[in-house]
DNA sequence: AACGAAACCAACCGCAAACGC
DNA sequence: GGCGTTTGCGGTTGGTTTCGT
């Protein structure tokens, strides 16, 4: 596309079952002019109002498709450029901790948003464990047949995610839906699980700092899932939301 | 230079949770 | 509490770019 990343803005497909062209809304690429649009409207009027944003705004665009181009691409905030070794390794243990819960992840390395952490563990990351006889969800180590060769191609080709990956309960569990259920988390190799209790607020904030800081499983503070969910978090200065559940809108804080 | 394969990544979809009445 | 609407997340798609032959 042409807006900011320099692609070309090409107008094509998409598949079969849109919920923009529904309302004859336009879909595929940004072009610089609605991004210009959009970025005007936004510092005008401020995030949220997804919904009502693109007739508010003058575009042709769905207010998902609205939110996502902001979010991703848009923001002031979000970084542009390649994931640094320091930012690989944070991502890396965080993974280890978290699965892929992406929103989560990007949190807590400013710049970075959800959607291109993901693409990064997909086309990266996922790789790199693998070749080094990693299992990339559970990060246990594999058996000998399913190392990764260097040069060697992940099955699948381009549908790198296994399907109900997110649904594996090996060492790093997560269970879906926000609710009070916990996140049983086990980083300690091949052992049982590790059935974390609740905790608060505090030791989650630091548990993550030493996470980015140093290996925080020494120090075996319990994690739960209502703790991620409180740590929900809208940082100035970290690109993408981050919460396990939802946001308060702007308009309600 | 031409072609095909692989890699990359922006954007889409479906779903579930939160919200508001 | 029920119901419709809105928002946000994770998974997936497919066009473009890069690499290899």
Redesign the pocket.
Known sequence: ?T?S?G??A?S????T?????KMGM?????TVEEDEILVDFIKKEGE?????LPKRAGLL?????C???W???LRPSVKRG?ITSDEEDLILRLHRLLG?????IAGRIPGRT???I???W???LR?KLLRQGIDPQTHKPLDANNILKPGE??SG???P???N??SHTDDTTVN????ASKISVSVFGDEDNEEFGFFYDDKFSSFLNSLINDDPFDSNIPISESML?TH?CKDENVG??????????P??I
Not at 61 to 65: A, L, N, P, Q, T
């Open positions: 596309m807006s990343n692609k070309k090409v094509k497909k998409i598949s079952t849109p919920c923009c062209t336009k879909r595929g690429p940004w949220g109002r997804w919904r009502s665009r769905c207010g998902k498709s939110r996502l181009r979010m991703n691409y390649g892929n819960r992406w929103s989560l959800d959607n291109e993901k693409n990064y997909n086309t990266h790789k191609e992940v080709g381009k549908k995610l296994e399907p990956s997110s879906s839906g926000n609710g969910q929900s993408t939301s981050c919460s396990l559940g939802h946001d308060k809108r308009e309600d």
